[in-house]
């Protein structure tokens, strides 16, 4: 059994279920060091813009704890957010085998903790999903190739989570073999379909004023411009599609903005629909309102997109930008979505009137969805791990 060390920025919906699921495994010892307590405590989500607390458990099935964090202004949106001085003496007191980095490095602690170690021979492995989609040339971007490259000579392997996040390591000069597939991926369980569910939609969508037998478009997520909901509602409005709604769920920066152009629009005022923040439990009901969901992200900072996994698992056809780090590895243009230009709101415009153009074709576009998010599962990632570990220990 390998004592394995986990080091996580918070408790993440994403991440809880999976570090159950390598703690059931009978080759793992696990322990989770938390840098904050986000998620599990009432705090402000910077992006959403309201305090916030997930309605799922986060912290049952595993061993874990909260690493004491010293920053004035604690959070993963500035560097110095964690600040967690114990973290090397209490990570080190589990007696580890191996640890696991599941947070960047580009925080204080992470700095930190990685100059304490370079002596201690115990191996790290680094789980990023970061991309270059938007490569610069400049000299600014030259230097932190260099600065990023040296970091990533610190860990012993790399997982990877899909094609745009195996080149990104690659172009920081990480080899081949020290780069293992360990894929993004959601907790299935929760959004397997079930007749509840599609009930729970419909009365949804009575409640909010949608017609019976219009489809709906649906874009779930926080309203800021890295997500570009505005290019969604300014697409949605140029299509001009027949018994077809769009819904807008969440809340954010842009949420004034876009109710503007929609007070602007007045013509489509009934055929959009906001609604608020829909908390983990309700994101099954969401994804099955959608026909199609779609996510227009612009620029890096979308890395992969976890958003278009779980519609993906709810059997939701999908439409992305080629921003977004999981366009190339979950869409397939003309068998479960279409991926158009990041920021073109033309073709956005086309890609909704293209997809939005044949229901029978779109029913079959999300069942190829279910087929294709079937292999980014907890245990192909629990699989990537084990291939690291063989390779270094």
Not at 185 to 200: G, K, M, V
Not at 322 to 327: A, I, L, Q, R
Not at 336 to 349: C, D, H, Q, S, V
Not at 365 to 391: C, D, F, M, P, R
């Amino acid at each position: 059994m390998i004592n394995l060390a986990i080091i996580a920025s918070h408790p993440i919906q994403y991440y809880a279920p999976l570090f159950r699921c390598i703690s059931q495994s009978a080759y793992f010892r696990i322990k989770v060091f938390y840098l904050w307590d986000f998620g599990v405590t009432d705090q402000v989500d910077q992006g959403f813009k309201q305090s916030l607390k997930w309605d799922i458990p986060l912290l049952e099935g595993y061993d874990f704890e909260f690493v004491p964090n010293v920053s004035e202004d604690r959070g993963t949106h500035h560097i110095f957010g964690l600040r967690n001085p114990s973290l090397t003496q209490r990570v080190l007191a589990f007696k580890p085998d191996a640890i696991l980095l599941t947070v960047s490095y580009n925080y204080a602690s992470i700095y930190r903790f990685l100059w304490q170690m370079r002596h201690i021979e115990i191996p790290i492995i680094f789980r990023g999903d970061s991309h270059r989609i938007l490569p610069k040339n400049n000299f600014k971007e030259k230097f932190k190739r260099l600065v990023i490259s040296r970091i990533f000579q610190s860990f012993d392997a790399c997982l990877y989570v899909g094609k745009a996040n195996y080149e990104y390591f690659r172009y920081h000069f990480v080899n081949s073999n020290k780069l293992f597939f360990a894929p993004h991926a959601i907790d299935s369980s929760r959004f397997l379909t079930c007749d509840s569910i599609y009930e729970q939609a419909r009365l949804w969508k009575q409640e909010l004023g949608i017609s019976v037998d219009h489809q709906v478009i649906v874009f779930a997520g926080k309203f800021e411009n890295k997500k570009r909901p505005l290019d969604l509602l300014k697409a949605f409005v140029d299509a001009n599609l027949e018994n077809v709604s769009l819904l807008m769920v969440g809340a954010g920066n842009l949420k004034t903005e876009m109710q503007a152009f929609v007070n602007q629009n007045d013509d489509f005022s009934d055929r959009i629909f906001f609604a608020p923040f829909q908390n983990q439990s309700l994101m099954p009901r969401t994804y099955a309102v959608a026909d199609l969901f779609v996510l227009p992200s612009y620029g890096n900072g979308e890395t992969w997109g976890l958003a278009i996994n779980e519609a993906m698992c709810m059997g939701c056809p999908v439409v992305v930008s080629n921003h977004v780090g999981c366009s190339s590895d979950l869409v397939q243009p003309f068998e479960n979505g279409l991926i158009f230009e990041a920021g073109n709101i033309m073709a956005l415009t086309n890609s909704l009137s293209e997809a939005m153009r044949d229901r029978d074709r779109l029913k079959q576009w999300g069942e190829a969805s279910k087929k294709i998010i079937a292999n980014y599962s907890y245990e192909n990632v629990i699989l990537g791990l084990k291939q690291a570990l063989s390779a270094i220990l």
